[in-house]
């Protein structure tokens, strides 16, 4: 008898850390695409730029020799690298779900996280890519769709509609996770 009560008590403990680390993964996920919007805002503020430039200003002595074109392209790379440390802890939290995700959900799921950093890499790399865009105009038009490319990751598309790469990677993210994890807790807290 004392054997089946142990049994069972692991049992329901196993069910209850499957439980809360499905519920910190989901928590992970929402706050990951919430500082994926706010990073991509397209309506930058007067105080962002500012900020942007100060600090730019501050880290290059050479910062005025650039021409106007190219000072914006910092300034607005500035920006989205400022905004992603304003929103570090929500992918702090979203690494330290992994673990978790990977053991007691498997590869799938991870892979389904790790989208979610990817999402954050994709905007990093378009932000990295404006002072190039500025030094190598073009009017080929494979370059101006390019360019359109990396100006959609960066801000997304203003039509509703149209989905860019970014929010289509969150998107099927959030849904893999919802998919899998929300029938878990909503049986788990039924039970």
Known sequence: MGREAIDKLRVRKSVEREFEAAEQILIATYRAKGAVEGIRGNFVRAYELEEAEKALRAANEDFDSLIENQRKAYIDRGVIYKRAAFFKEDFDAV???????????????????RKLVSARQKIFAAADMLPTLVDHPSEDESDKEFRRTVRRDLYGSFDPKAKDRVTALVEEAVSELEATLLPKLRAAASA
């Open 95 to 113: 690494f330290e779900v992994l673990p978790a995700a990977e053991i007691y959900f498997g590869s799938g799921l991870a892979a389904s996280v």
